[in-house]
């Protein structure tokens, strides 16, 4: 029933049906108030200069948008660097240091699959989740970072930082309840948007490839994920950062019969403890060059 509601709510967002419209116009009038809200709650933010480079990655929308790839590429081209995001969908509160001192802490039922993906990919970075960036930031700064990324910051007003909010494609440009913008680029925030393509482009590796491999996945709108698909046999859609079992697992297995099972990176640091035989889409970006001279010119 949870994975229907959440396919269905990404529908409504992102691909509307004509009955999904009407729905959204219905609640029109408080999509007006949560808008107005966000924005006065925008109005009255004071900013607070941390003495260091912040780096925010967001989106206006709710759902996935590839902002974790983005960081990655960005947090790699600098030594001394942390990455703070919230963790959603882990099981521990507070804030937790993922990784320090290129050693890994936790395990991604405390870290959330995003963070473990940070700490994965990015050798020498520090890692953070907490619900309170500012916390997470003066952390950072004990561990000796020079520079912080914020995944998804751009709401955190009250934060002195570099704002790079990503575009993303959608027929319904409402404020939530009626669509999916948490935010809009509000009137006197300074903010730079990235278009895929044209200031970053992604590269998808397949690692460990097999003959017959079938598509686990459960990341937000796991249909972005078919430009780069291999053939495969069949595909298995979970809701975003969906706790996968063992059942699950095997139940497929069961049913299709793959040599591998093939993944995204945040479904790989959940999936690897069941020690069935994975195949890795490990996806890369490329950043343009004029998006590191904004980080460099940025003080």
């Avoid at 703070?84 to 320090?100: D, P």
């Avoid at 079938?214 to 495969?232: E, F, G, M, S």
């Avoid at 640091?269 to 010119?297: A, Q, T």
């Amino acid at each position: 029933m949870k994975q229907r509601i959440v396919f269905w709510v990404e529908r409504y967002f992102y691909n509307p049906t004509l009955f999904d419209r009407l729905i959204s116009f219905l609640f029109l009038p408080f999509s007006f108030l949560y808008c107005l809200v966000v924005y006065i709650k925008f109005l009255l933010a004071k900013e607070e200069d941390f003495s260091i480079k912040v780096i925010s990655v967001g989106n206006l929308t709710v759902g996935g948008s590839g902002k974790t790839p983005l960081v990655t590429a960005l947090a790699t081209h600098y030594k001394d660097a942390a990455v703070i995001l919230r963790g959603y969908g882990r099981k521990s509160t507070g804030m937790v240091v993922v990784k320090a001192n290129k050693e890994i802490l936790c395990d991604v039922d405390q870290s959330g699959d995003e963070a473990m993906v940070y700490a994965k990919k990015l050798d020498d970075a520090t890692i953070i989740v907490s619900e309170d960036r500012k916390t997470g930031i003066k952390k950072a700064k004990e561990h000796g970072a020079k520079i912080v990324f914020l995944d998804d910051g751009y709401s955190k007003h009250s934060i002195k930082k570099l704002d790079f909010v990503l575009h993303v494609n959608t027929k319904n440009l409402f404020c939530l309840p009626s669509g999916p913008y948490r935010e809009k680029l509000w009137s006197g925030k300074k903010a730079h948007l990235l278009y895929e393509e044209k200031d970053f482009k992604r590269k998808v590796i397949i690692k460990k490839p097999t003959s017959k491999m079938v598509l686990v996945t459960a990341i937000a709108r796991p249909q972005r994920l078919d430009r780069y698909l291999p053939k495969v046999v069949a595909k298995y859609y979970f809701e975003d950062h969906y706790e996968f079992t063992k059942e699950d697992i095997e139940n497929i297995i069961k049913k299709e019969k793959p040599i591998s099972l093939l993944v995204t990176l945040k479904d790989y640091v959940k999936l690897e403890k069941f020690g069935y035989p994975l195949s890795l889409m490990d996806l890369d970006v490329e950043v343009e060059k004029r998006v590191f001279e904004l980080i460099e010119n940025y003080s």
